[in-house]
């Protein structure tokens, strides 16, 4: 394979959101530092088992906003350059998301790494041009002139992320703002966000009641922004 075949060509599109620099930085700090892809936990997913032949999975860029579309395309080429027994997977990594709007609740699918998709492939000259060449595809991630795999932890970690039974609460409120109760004793009070717990999904918020400030603890789905 020649060098110049597989220089590592930078993004046409910035990413939205900085989850796509984890993949960089694990893809480049190998030996350095664990991944934080790899805070999810230890348990196995079948799709990332390390298999028998020399398969891997690789993170290919593509323009944000445009994964599904670039996922079909390269389907398309695999199946039309036959090459199932080299590309086996193309994954846009995403995950349900539960957005409260206009006192409705909505479940949304949110890109996990926009303008990134995964592959699982064998790493060979052909496999590599038919992925490399898929419209849409504007380079991988790797470290100097060769795509670097993820490491199967990182790939676990994705794929539970992506498996996990419950959806995220997409909280669109901020400590300070103005919110309106949608749900419970309190409903359509307007009262001023204190405090915001991720990890239990909940928020304080500062009702006045009889003259004075009193904090109710709410679940993110009982209110919304006023």
């Given amino acids: 394979m ?19 620099d984890l993949l960089l ?10 991944s934080p892809l790899a805070e999810a936990g230890d348990d196995l997913s ?4 390390q298999p ?24 398309q080429r695999i199946e039309t350059m036959q090459m199932q027994d080299k590309i086996f997977q193309v994954v846009v990594p995403t995950e349900e998301e539960v957005e409260v709007k206009d006192g409705k609740r909505r479940i949304t699918e949110r890109r996990v790494f926009p303008g990134y998709i995964l592959v699982q492939m064998i790493l060979e000259d052909k496999p590599w041009a038919v992925v490399r060449n898929t419209p849409g595809v504007t380079g991988f991630v790797g470290m100097g002139n060769r795509p670097t795999p993820l490491r199967p932890e990182e790939v676990q970690a994705i794929m539970r992320r992506m498996e996990a039974e ?25 009262g001023t966000v204190d405090e915001i717990d991720m990890e239990r999904t909940k928020v304080r918020v500062l009702v006045s009641f009889f003259g004075r400030d009193t904090p109710v603890e709410l679940d993110f789905l009982q209110v919304e922004k006023a």
């Fill in 52 to 75: 028998a032949d020399e398969r891997a999975w690789f993170v290919i860029h593509c323009y944000s906003g445009y994964e599904q579309k670039v996922k079909h395309n390269l389907e």
């Fill in 2 to 20: 020649e060098e110049e075949d597989l220089l590592y060509t930078e993004p046409a599109d910035e990413p939205e959101e900085e989850a796509g």
């Fill in 25 to 34: 930085q694990g893809s480049e700090t190998q030996e350095e530092a664990p």
């Fill in 166 to 190: 419950a959806p995220k609460v997409k909280v669109t409120f901020k400590r300070g703002q103005k919110v309106r109760i949608i749900d419970g004793p309190f409903n359509e009070f307007v």
């Fill in 46 to 49: 079948a799709s990332a088992e």
